[in-house]
T-cell receptor
């Protein structure tokens, strides 16, 4: 069974500063994928960044980077130069890639509410 | 618009009503999903459809009945719901194309059962 743990119910950051959102995971699979999603108050889940378990480099997408530490089973999201529009709920999620499939169950963490102060 | 469209955005229904949620995607994705998001709980997978075939039912009560007539459309038929079924219902889709490795979610239907 897979499990995602996000231990920070809420985080606060000053505008233009960097913030790290924590995510640890548990799986017995060797091949898996890790995702971060942003959910504004409007409800839609916005894909931010993806890290494959065999990717040697940490994923980056603009102001988002994923600090992947495989041995520690952690996949923290780093947001640089925070903006007011970054205030939202953030979810870490994972999927098993066993068998090379891209289909199947995304397991989500509980989420972290990020508030960016001006 | 994310590419996955859900209607309606908001729905209030009585416990004896019958209603349907609709999800539509024209991204060429082959798999579609229903997720339930309740307050203070992680998202829960409800159903998975792969090439129109249901491949997973995550122990969902029979008062929720999914339908997938083709790879682009997914419905969730609701009947005799309970107040605890009030939640945000999210539809998602994905494909094997690595360029779109992430799942694309709709904006959700916020359901209130009274």
């Amino acid at each position: 069974a897979q499990k995602i743990t996000q231990t920070q119910p809420g985080m606060f950051v000053q505008e233009k500063e960097a913030v790290t959102l924590d995510c640890t995971y548990d799986t017995s699979d060797q091949s898996y994928g890790l995702f971060w999603y942003k959910q504004p108050s409007s409800g839609e889940m916005i894909f931010l960044i993806y890290q494959g378990s065999y990717d040697e480099q940490n994923a980056t997408e603009g102001r988002y980077s994923l600090n992947f530490q495989k041995a520690r089973k952690s996949a923290n999201l780093v947001i640089s130069a925070s903006q007011l529009g970054d205030s939202a709920m953030y979810f870490c999620a994972m999927i098993s890639r066993a068998g090379g499939t891209s289909y199947g169950k995304l397991t989500f963490g509980q989420g972290t509410i990020l508030t960016v102060h001006p | 618009e994310t590419g996955v469209t859900q209607t309606p955005r908001h729905l209030v229904m009585g416990m004896t009503n019958k209603k349907s949620l609709k999800c539509e995607q024209h991204l060429g994705h082959n798999a579609m999903y229903w997720y339930k998001q309740s307050a203070k709980k992680p998202l829960e997978l409800m159903f998975v459809y792969n090439f129109k075939e249901q491949t997973e039912n995550n122990s969902v009560p029979s008062r929720f009945s999914p339908e997938c007539p083709n790879s682009s459309h997914l419905f969730l038929h609701l009947h005799t719901l309970q107040p605890e079924d009030s939640a945000l219902y999210l539809c998602a889709s994905n494909s094997k194309d690595r360029a779109t490795y992430g799942y694309t979610f709709g904006s959700g239907t916020r359901l209130t059962v009274v």
